[in-house]
């Protein structure tokens, strides 16, 4: 099957093309490769094809096993060092760039992917403590999902948390994975709760490193103010974790409110806008927690907030369960047909796709139809009578309650698969509200600009997401360092910056001009938002270092721009981490082209 017609049935199915992938075991004839020789005997091994989370990157057959514990994660990485080929850890492949393996990496390829997702999933508790707090020892294939509800189980929980909960706990830590959350105006966090990434939770982890007395790789151990484990707390795949202790906190209720009817215009507005608009950073100032959702060509966002409320209000459904929005989980038929339509080559229907993915989660939210009822004939023949009738039974979803986990995650694998790039732009509390509206306005001119030229590279969402900085002594381990690599990293020289705006730009994959426009956004953003006011970095797990015709290729910001806005500020950064990285794997086993290229 075409790449094409892979991308396009994923669309159309919701992503369910994405789970049929072919398996050969090695004494299979339809094997494409010889079995590596003499590899450990009693690791389940067969050969596979690896695709990522929106299918930019799929591989030939390539051979990966199952190891059951630790050790024989051990034993197969000393393996592939004596014969002479590479290790990657795979999770749930529930990401976008590169650092696994390359998209059409051959069979023939000396690597063996390391699947931690089938035995290595283990949670148990560390130890729980008299002040509310606890650690989790979490094995690094366990889903997020699963250790949200191990903890939650016992009453405890985290600030923030990425929405999926089919990522790995060693995937999540490798790349910063983060949530949405900074400090309310006049809130206390518990103990064992911050606003930064997964990473800075951390107060231990395993890893497998390189023992040059024992001349072989081993399991070490490294606490949380050891120096290398902070280049291990977010190493980009350059590095083996296989298990992590992860502080937490008492858990908190949450409430979820979603807002449809604030004008882009005045949600981004320009920092003076009047005292009574409805502005992100005023929303941000209440609850702490927000998230925007910009579906392409549209003007009213999707904006949700989270605040902190211990008893049901009267007005809110409570939840006992996450994934709790079925309407973006398996989208209505005529609507995946649509996108199915858009990548088999109508890219100018995405004006109307937008709208209609706004209008399907205003009547899934609110109930409200009248937009629906009041739109052109190709709305309607889209989101038709038995479509609203569906959408509606399942019970209005615009003010939901319950435990965080239940609302914290809310995409489940059955999503509409794209593509996204992502940045994280540092700045200070003050100037969030400037750096939206800089974003938003520019954003705006751009897509009217390649309309205008019949270009239509966006068809999905803009997503905006608010967090505040790595801050180690959430972790309550004395000398706990910040993670080296993290995007999250405070900049010594401005502790004024103290929150971070995540800023992802999502499409359908094969989109035309979709690479040019996000090369646009991104120098937008390295040269006009980098400055006095904010300086940006890039979001690991999604894409950057765009040419006009591929993402992670620009030399100039693979080899200058990214380690430069890492070293900004002074400080152990980008050289330390890479360096360590380097002596805990000096033969590179845990490396691909790509990361030697990007960590040099």
């Known amino acids: 099957m075409s790449r094409r017609r892979v991308l396009a049935s994923s669309a159309a199915l919701g992503g369910a093309a994405w789970l049929l992938r072919g398996t050969a075991r090695p004494d299979s004839a ?52 004596a014969a002479g080929w590479t290790a990657r850890a795979q999770g749930h492949r529930h990401g976008w760039a590169p650092l696994t393996v390359a998209d059409a990496t051959p069979a023939a390829t000396q690597v063996i992917l390391l699947d931690t997702t089938a035995h290595l999933t283990a949670l148990s508790f560390a130890s729980q403590a008299a002040n509310g707090t606890a ?71 395993t890893a497998v490193v390189w023992d040059a007395g024992a001349n072989r790789y081993v399991l070490r151990t490294v606490g949380r103010a050891d120096p290398d484990c902070a280049a291990l707390l977010t190493h980009l795949g ?6 992590a202790v992860l502080q937490v906190g008492a858990d908190s209720n ?16 320009a920092p003076g806008a009047p005292a009574a608009a409805r502005t992100l950073a005023g929303f941000v100032d209440a609850t702490g927690r927000a998230e925007v959702i910009w579906f392409a060509f549209t003007d009213k966002p999707w904006l949700k907030t989270w605040s902190v409320t211990p008893n049901r209000p009267l007005a809110s459904r409570e939840v006992s369960e996450p994934y709790n929005y079925p309407f973006s989980d398996n989208i209505p038929e005529p609507v995946a047909r649509l996108a199915g339509d858009l990548v088999a080559g109508a890219w100018a229907s995405a004006p109307l796709f937008g709208q209609v993915q706004y209008l399907l989660a205003k009547v899934a939210l609110t109930g409200d139809i009248t937009d629906v009822l009041l739109s052109g004939t190709l709305v309607r023949d889209i989101l038709t009578a038995d479509v609203l009738t569906h959408l509606l039974a399942g019970g ?94 405070p900049r010594p020289d401005r502790p004024d910056f103290d929150t971070v705006v995540w800023i992802d730009i999502l499409s359908l994959p094969t989109t035309p001009a979709l ?4 090369r646009d956004i991104e ?78």
């Open 30 to 81: 339809y094997a494409s490769s010889p079995a590596p020789p003499g590899f450990p005997g009693g690791c389940e091994l067969h050969q596979g094809i690896y695709e990522n989370w929106a299918g930019e990157i799929r591989t030939d057959e390539l051979w990966t096993c199952a190891p059951r514990t630790p050790q024989e994660v051990v034993d197969v990485v000393n393996w592939a060092y």
């Open 135 to 205: 650690r989790v020892r979490a094995q690094a294939g366990a889903s997020l999902e699963s250790l949200l509800a191990f903890a939650g189980g016992s009453g405890y929980g985290v600030t923030a948390a990425p929405a999926p909960g089919d990522l790995s706990v060693g995937g999540a830590l490798a790349i910063d994975a983060h949530g949405t959350a900074v400090r309310a105006v006049g809130e206390t966090p518990p103990a064992g709760h911050g606003y930064g990434s997964l990473s800075n939770l951390v107060t231990e982890l």
């Open 238 to 243: 350059r590095a083996f974790v296989t298990e």
């Open 254 to 269: 949450l409430r979820c409110v979603s807002l449809l009817d604030i004008p882009a215009t005045e949600l981004f507005a």
């Open 396 to 489: 209005l979803r615009s003010d939901l309650w319950g435990a965080s986990r239940n609302l914290l995650e809310y995409i489940r694998p059955t999503t509409l698969r794209e593509t996204a790039n992502g940045y994280a732009v540092l700045t200070g509390r003050a100037d969030l509200q400037w750096v939206v509206s800089q974003f938003a306005a520019h954003y705006s001119g751009l897509l009217d600009t390649y309309a205008a030229r019949g270009e239509f590279p966006v068809n999905g969402q803009v997503e905006i997401r608010v967090t505040g900085l790595e801050d180690p002594a959430v972790c309550a381990v004395p000398g706990a360092q910040a993670p080296l690599l993290s995007a999250l990293r």
């Open 515 to 518: 690479h040019r426009f996000y």
């Open 523 to 600: 120098q937008f953003l390295l040269t006009v938002l980098e400055g006095p006011r904010a300086t940006v970095r890039v979001e690991w797990s999604k894409g950057w270092a765009y040419t006009e015709t591929a993402a992670w290729a620009d030399p100039d910001v693979l080899g200058r721009v990214i380690p430069d806005t890492q070293r900004a500020g002074g400080g152990p950064g980008w050289d330390e981490a890479v360096a360590t990285l380097d002596r805990l794997d000096p033969h590179h086993v845990f490396s691909t082209p790509f990361l030697d290229r990007l960590l040099r």
